[in-house]
């Protein structure tokens, strides 16, 4: 059964960290592209990073060298580092299987997981 659980979202001041894990129980985990999405309530959800199966990662320009994509091919783990944030980060953070179409990461699974709220307070 494939499954998508994030998880470690939090109310964190500007400049803040934290850090989002998601298990993804996928077929062929090893083998795929994964990536961070989020979402504002009113707008669509944007990608922010992708992980390849090798370990190479992608980011969204806004990401700016705070974040780090990571992930354990053997735990089915991703995790997304995100250091000094800022209000703009405010959403809720979903991950998913992803694959390249032209220049973009397009989410590969439905339904979604349940996603994990970030909430930067200034």
């Known amino acids: 059964q494939v499954q998508l659980q994030e998880s470690g979202g939090a109310v964190v001041e500007i400049g803040g960290d934290l850090r989002l894990s998601c298990e993804a129980i996928i077929r062929a985990f090893g083998v795929n592209n994964m990536g961070w999405f989020r979402q504002v309530p009113g707008k669509e959800r944007e990608w922010v990073a992708t992980i390849g199966w090798s370990g190479l990662p992608y980011y969204a320009e806004f990401v700016a060298n705070r974040f780090v994509i990571s992930r354990d091919n053997d735990e089915n783990m991703v995790w997304l580092q995100m250091n000094n944030l800022e209000p703009a980060d405010t959403a809720v953070y979903y991950c998913?299987?992803?694959?390249?179409?032209?220049?973009?990461?397009?989410?590969?699974?439905?339904?979604w997981g349940p996603g994990t709220q970030v909430t930067v307070s200034s």
């Open positions: 998913n299987q992803v694959v390249r179409t032209g220049e973009q990461w397009q989410p590969v699974i439905e339904p």
